[in-house]
């Protein structure tokens, strides 16, 4: 871990340059000591914390939302339902039938609202990490995601049909599967949770440093730095202020993937040949 | 240690997702999708009930001009026998009024007929003896015999009477 962490620590260090009393982010802080113990085995730490505060806000949200659900919406209730329109509509039904969607609501949902609330707190002042950051939250998804097309697949085909429709495409003369069999198991079994993984996970950790850094620099330039440097200062604070925008939109856009994915993966498992 | 989690990580999570998941699967998205449901079937509900109503509307309506039809015809009727009962009644009027007038006119006639009758008899009379008188007083006492008086006075009558009426003053 010591190999990894260090890279992002000295690259941004040098990027820093000014070195002295700025402080700027390893991968350590991702693995935080626990402040709380529960038996021997059990930890709870400060990224721990951040995701029972965002899945606390998110259930309290929702419960807001949808407490009273009447024909005439009240204003939380159409943000509720816009939200909840947003996952049927732009997702579910985008790769899905009508009557696939409203089975596959529920899950899609919450992944898309359970992503984009562990999410958030990477750019919400106090908590200023997102415990998707680790990688187990989008490897339970992943899995999870695996599992559901995998069970779709299998429930329209068989088992015998779906492996076959994966494994060996049709219309490729037979010697061709060879390379394609292997590349097609890698892709479709094995690179599809994978990446979901990675590529949420990597997102986090990337905003979490890049904002990280900005902060670190603004209040080292404005604080300790003298002169011209206070101006580079002000133009880091800056950019900042648009990181931030940045990583909200990211949040939002890389729970939207991973859900989309997800439903995508679910639609095209089901479809006929 | 970046991808592989530890036990207690994925413990953690799974019991933030299972948490995430019974609010959002279990509450969130059921009563979003029945509150749909319900919209849905009030705004089908209330297309049915204007689409009744138009068709309602649409019968009273075709009732009305049935109607406002039958109205029409029954005013002309109404107007075309007043016309021919007025027309009648003034072909009553003229007929009525024509045979009585003629009825006037009759009786009217009648009437100076009888008194000119009764006038020429009477002035017959007065003729005779005003005639009688004359030719006593030139005659004189020569003709008082009676006899011959009466034979006189019938021979001038008859005379008289056979001249035409236009001449009886003379």
């Known amino acids: 871990m010591s190999s990894i962490s260090s890279v992002p620590a000295a690259v ?45 806000a998110l259930v309290t949200l929702i419960y807001l939302g949808a407490r009273k659900t009447r024909l005439v919406p009240t204003r939380g209730q159409s943000t509720f339902e816009l939200a909840m329109g947003f996952v049927h509509k732009q997702i579910c039904e985008a790769t899905m039938s009508p009557a696939l969607a409203r089975r596959y609501l529920p899950f899609i949902a919450t992944i898309f609202f359970g992503v984009l609330a562990l999410n958030i707190t990477g750019v919400l002042p106090f908590l200023n990490v997102s415990s998707n950051s680790l990688v187990a939250v989008p490897m339970i998804l992943a899995v999870c995601a695996w599992i559901a097309f995998v069970a779709r697949g299998i429930k329209v085909h068989g088992l015998g049909h779906y492996l076959a429709d994966n494994l060996f495409p049709k219309g490729a003369p037979k010697w061709m599967y060879v390379l394609l069999t292997p590349i097609e198991f890698l892709s479709t079994f ?82 006929k040949h | 240690m970046l991808f592989i989690p530890p036990w207690d990580e994925v413990i953690i999570s799974a019991v933030i997702l299972a948490v995430i998941a019974v609010a959002v699967a279990k509450y969130g998205v059921p009563r979003y999708l029945k509150v749909l449901d319900e919209r849905a079937a009030t705004i089908e509900g209330g297309i049915k009930r204007a689409q009744e109503a138009e068709a309602e509307i649409a019968q009273i309506r075709s009732g009305l001009d049935g109607e406002k ?14 016309k021919a009962d007025a027309a009648a009644i003034v072909a009553e009027a003229k007929t009525k009024a024509g045979d009585e007038a003629r009825r006037i006119q009759e009786a009217a006639q009648r009437q100076i007929e009888s008194e000119r ?30 006899a011959l008086a009466s034979r006189v006075i019938d021979r001038f009558l008859k005379d008289l009477e056979s001249q035409p009426v236009a001449g009886k003053g003379a």
């Open chain 1, 12 to 56: 941004l260090n040098t990027s820093g340059g000014e070195g002295g009393g700025m402080h700027m982010p390893t991968l350590d802080e991702l693995f935080p000591g626990p402040f709380w113990h529960i038996g021997d085995w059990f930890e709870f730490n400060r990224l721990d914390l951040v995701r029972v505060i965002a899945t606390v």
């Open chain 1, 190 to 271: 094995i690179l599809r949770p994978v990446t979901l993984t990675v590529r949420l996970m990597a997102n986090m950790i990337a905003g979490h440093f890049l904002l990280t850094a900005f902060f670190v620099m603004t209040s080292y330039l404005l604080i300790d730095g003298g002169g011209l440097l206070k101006g580079v200062g002000l133009l880091t604070a800056a950019a900042s202020f648009v990181f931030v925008c940045f990583e909200i939109f990211i949040a939002g856009l890389q729970a939207f993937i991973f859900a989309m994915l997800t439903s995508a993966y679910i639609g095209l498992a089901g479809e």
């Open chain 2, 69 to 82: 039809e039958a109205a029409r015809v029954e005013a002309a009727r109404v107007r075309e026998d007043a």
């Open chain 2, 117 to 146: 009758r009764a006038a020429e008899v009477s002035l017959r009379q007065d003729v005779g003896v005003l005639a009688s008188d004359l030719a006593e007083r030139i005659v004189g006492e020569s003709l008082k015999d009676s």
